[in-house]
């Protein structure tokens, strides 16, 4: 385990972690390193003329109409076919959930939540259905909690 020797041989690193886990614990650690990974997946759009690369940490919501789904990001806006179902079971472990029947919103980038609508980061407004409402509000207290 060389990185353990390099790890001690690094005081300011070894300041900055020693600090890190003094605060936030082991737990507060795999959070982060599992946040800083989640950053560095990526999401891929594929459609007949080309192939984008998005990093799922710059996904704001998903939505489809007629199998045109619309990934809106912190960039501008993608387009591809397919199902909204596909595309949940991929970025569920991302922290993405299903507000309304046609619509998947990232936990991460919900800034509040008032009766049925979702008020994101960037300002932008969602409608939340009633029948997913009860999960989203579950999710996004939960999101909370563990930061």
């Not at 007629?66 to 569920?92: M, N, P, R, V, W």
């Amino acid at each position: 385990m060389d990185w353990i020797q390099e790890l001690t041989q690094k005081e300011s690193l070894c300041c900055s972690l020693t600090a890190f886990l003094d605060q936030h614990g082991f737990s507060g650690l795999e959070k982060a390193l599992q946040l800083y990974s989640n950053t560095q997946v990526e999401y891929i759009c594929k459609t007949k003329a080309a192939v984008t690369r998005i990093k799922i940490d710059d996904i704001n919501y998903l939505e489809i109409q007629t199998h045109t789904i619309t990934i809106h990001t912190e960039h501008g806006d993608y387009q591809k076919y397919g199902s909204l179902t596909d595309e949940q079971k991929f970025l569920a472990p991302y922290g993405f959930i299903r507000c309304r029947q046609n619509c998947l919103v990232s936990l991460e980038k919900i800034h509040s939540i008032c009766e049925d609508t979702i008020t994101l980061t960037n300002h932008l407004q969602l409608h939340m259905s009633q029948r997913y409402a009860p999960k989203v509000l579950a999710a996004f207290a939960r999101s909370r909690v563990s930061r």
